[in-house]
């Protein structure tokens, strides 16, 4: 899966999750907090630096949303 299509997997299933009030902004919000926690796990170990750029290029496409 690419990191757009990643981004988008992610915002979608936050989309759906949350009620019909919430705009665009705080379900980006949502999928953010998600891949930062994943970012600070990752960001310690040196053999994680691959995950860690592509969550990174994930954080990316969700905020272009």
Do not use: G
Not at 20 to 34: F, G, N, S, T
């Amino acid at each position: 899966m690419t990191a757009k299509e990643e981004a988008q997997n992610l915002y979608k299933k936050f989309m759906h999750i949350l009620p019909l009030e919430v705009d665009k902004r705080e379900i980006q919000e949502c999928a953010l907090v998600v891949v930062n926690v994943i970012l600070s796990r990752c960001i310690d170990e040196e053999e994680q630096y691959r995950a860690y750029k592509y969550w990174e290029e994930i954080k990316q496409e969700i905020e272009k949303l």
